[in-house]
């Protein structure tokens, strides 16, 4: 069809005509929204706070990394001014516990309207990181919070806060982004996309309407205390404790408690995996809130409170919110059996867990069935119990256990001894029992002889052996059998339970003959670059660990020839690779051990790595970071070796079935002495293995021969049993 040119004019005017109505449209959009924005910000204004602090301490310990993302030991408190929320006509505030970290003399606070006031601490809720303030003001205007029922992803959500701005009649800085999460943080908290950062923590994250989803906090999955989640500020991934909580414990606060987070005391038996597994109970505390409900390892927790749990990470759902003294209804399976345990009342603390010490290192890569000792540490349980090198150790079990019957024989409720298939299953077995306890040892000695002794075992300790004996392997990596799922409880075995699989192998996907020396490397999809030592007489059929070196400030990849100079005989001798990550800047972020994580996935995917010895290793920052990994990447890292460098946060709980030990090295000089000692404090408390080596005249020098050859033991010996 041929249009006339008064026709075509006419439709190219109604088109333009069209694009110019939706231009207006939109225009006229942003000025609603603009309008909109504005008066709910004048609404919330009132209630926003401005805190000022003086006095405390300069620097307060971080999160694992400080405000530039990096794995530093302190965060320098800043001086500008914080921001609260009024929760109380009577002159109650709240905030975000972050303000108040660095332990301040004084705070003071100014209410729109008003002059400004001295105010105190009254508590701090420390499991969602708030904390109320008084101060001597009455008549104040209180928000209306959004019923949590009625918050919903993508609503819009306007971040506040008090900024330098002296004139508190003007509006408050702003941050305009969405509710991009719901239940996060164990369910305790929002998630936002609106930028959030020291300025408005403690701050309102408001609602179009100017009602109050919550307050600003930092906070983090992975970590807990006042700085955790600093580390996240203005990335776009922000957090709110729901004002509809806080109401609802502003009455226990008030009293001027604080209240701690509501803890069970149960570790699962696959702590690596929270998202796919049933929950399995790996070990309970002793006098924690699962001890006195009568959980035992071996336990299925399926319910609780009347919901199915079908992994850890469901349980954490539940319990995330919940406080010290509060009850929850727990079901078990046992035996196959249902078991309802009844209302448990939730601890507000566990006493640190010691995991069992036998006092051997096992000989590795082994296919026969048992686990031949390699080394007896003297004075240990084992040596006590005459278990001699070359010894085999085929069968575990309680005291009353009866020895020379198959698993699952004797009757229901009888115990028998397991069979031991590798070393990783023996020290799974024994963590189900506690220091103190007697446990019944099947061994096999070097004469074919089989004899049952009792062992007492003592609490893990920090014990270099006197010698590193050869061979440590017997070089049959490949021949492995593929151990079990998991042995099943063994009071009360079921057939089959514990047997050893049949051999299978499995070989990594790294050519036969796998290229050795030092290599320079690519992550295949992230495009990470990292350096790579495989010794010449690397063996695919031999486990090797694995040294992670995270390199000094602005050192990625230029230290890698010292390092080899350094460790290249030890690594030849004691079969070890090292692998040398490169920061993406100058200095480590702490959101680089994502990478680091797939970096190390893809080794040990292709070469023979012990998983039992794999080591974070740096000095200043890279030790920083290196502390931040062993508690981050629980299911990768074994060992934490740093020298000059502090923990930024106190340490997490101790994993039975993760272990985790550290070596900790500073010189005498070292202005962060002081530091690093504490940081050994806080390891020991929770009763970690911590090895510490202070060296007169240094300052932050590497290492000394001596050290050295003590932290080569020392890695060497992380798969003790």
């Not at 009844?342 to 051997?360: C, D, F, H, Q, R």
Request: glycine residues 10%; aromatic residues 6%.
């Amino acid at each position: 069809m041929i249009r006339s040119p008064g026709s075509l004019t006419s439709q190219l005017l109604s088109i333009s005509c069209l694009i110019l109505a939706g231009i207006v449209q939109a225009q006229d959009l942003n000025t609603e929204n603009e309008r909109a924005i504005k008066a709910a910000v004048r609404m919330a204004a009132p209630w926003v706070v401005k805190i000022d602090t003086a006095g405390g301490q300069e620097v307060i310990g971080a999160a694992g990394q400080g405000p530039g993302r990096r794995p530093a030991p302190v965060i320098r408190k800043g001086i500008g001014p914080t921001t609260g929320l009024i929760v109380s006509s009577d002159g109650y505030i709240i905030s975000s516990a972050f303000n108040f970290a660095n332990k301040p003399t004084d705070i003071f606070v100014t209410v729109p309207g008003h002059p400004r006031k001295v105010a105190k601490i009254v508590a701090t809720d420390t499991t969602r990181m708030v904390t109320l303030l008084k101060a001597d003001l009455t008549g104040l205007p209180v928000p209306q919070a959004v019923p949590k029922s009625s918050i919903q992803v993508g609503q819009w959500a306007i971040a506040l806060g008090r900024a330098i701005d002296p004139d508190l009649s003007d509006m408050p800085s702003i941050s305009v982004g969405i509710i991009s999460a719901t239940g996060r943080i164990w369910g305790k908290a929002l998630q936002t996309d609106a930028k959030v950062s020291p300025t408005n923590y403690g701050g309102p994250l408001i609602a179009i309407d100017g009602r109050v989803f919550g307050v600003l906090v930092p906070a983090s999955p992975q970590g807990d205390g006042e700085t955790a989640g600093v580390e996240w500020y203005d990335s776009g991934i922000g957090f709110a404790i729901p004002l509809e909580d806080i109401f609802a414990i502003l009455p226990r606060l008030q009293q001027g408690k604080d209240l701690r987070r509501g803890l069970l005391g149960i570790t699962p038996q696959q702590a690596n995996d929270a998202y796919n597994l049933p929950l399995v109970v790996g070990s309970v505390a002793n006098e924690s809130a699962a001890a006195k409900a009568g959980i035992k390892p071996g336990d299925t927790i399926v319910e609780v409170d009347g919901v199915a749990i079908a992994n850890f990470s469901q349980l954490q759902h539940r319990l995330g919110p919940k406080y010290e003294g509060d009850r929850v209804r727990i079901v078990v399976l046992r035996d196959g059996k249902r078991i309802e345990l009844g209302e448990v009342t939730l601890s507000g603390s566990v006493t640190a867990y010691n995991a069992p010490y036998l006092g051997i290192l096992p000989m590795r890569d082994d296919p026969e069935p048992g686990v031949e000792i390699r080394y007896v540490f003297p004075k240990s349980p084992a040596a006590a119990a005459n278990c001699l090198a070359g010894d085999r150790i085929m069968k575990v079990g309680p005291p009353g256990a009866l020895p020379g019957l198959p698993a699952g024989a004797g009757g229901p409720g009888v115990a028998v001894m397991s069979p031991v298939n590798e070393p990783s299953q023996l020290q799974l077995l024994l963590s189900r029992f506690t220091p103190g306890q007697d446990v019944k040892l099947e061994l096999k000695r070097k004469s074919g002889k089989i004899e049952t002794v009792t062992v007492k075992l003592a609490a893990m300790e920090s014990i270099l052996p006197e010698e590193l004996p050869l061979p440590s392997s017997k070089g049959r990596a490949l021949e492995r059998p593929k151990p079990p799922t998991r042995p099943k409880p063994m009071d009360g075995a079921q057939p089959g339970e514990g047997e050893p699989a049949k051999p299978e192998k499995t070989e990594p996907s790294a050519d036969d003959a796998a290229e050795t020396g030092l290599l320079k490397k690519t992550h295949g999809v992230l495009g990470r670059e990292y350096w790579l030592y495989l010794p010449r007489n690397y063996d695919k059929n031999v486990a090797h660990g694995l040294i992670v070196w995270l390199h000094t400030s602005g050192k990625g990849g230029k230290d890698a020839e010292d390092m080899v100079k350094f460790w290249g005989d030890f690594c030849e001798k004691y079969h070890f690779l090292i692998v040398g990550p490169k920061s993406r800047n100058d200095d480590w972020v702490a959101s680089e051990s994502e990478e680091i994580s797939q970096i190390l996935k893809e080794l040990l995917s292709q070469y023979t790595i012990d998983r039992q010895r794999v080591i974070a290793h740096g000095m200043g920052v890279g030790g920083q970071m290196a502390f931040y990994l062993g508690f981050h990447l629980r299911d990768l890292i074994r060992g934490v070796a740093t020298t000059g460098a502090a923990l930024g946060n106190p340490p997490k709980d101790v994993v039975p079935n993760q272990p985790l030990s550290f070596f900790i090295v500073a010189g005498e000089k070292d202005p962060m002495l002081k530091e690093i000692e504490e940081s050994k404090a806080q390891l020991e408390a929770k009763k970690y293995p911590v090895q510490y080596r202070a060296i007169p005249e240094f300052g932050k020098e590497y290492l000394t021969l001596p050290i050295m050859q003590e932290l080569q033991r020392w890695m060497d010996s992380l798969d003790r049993i």
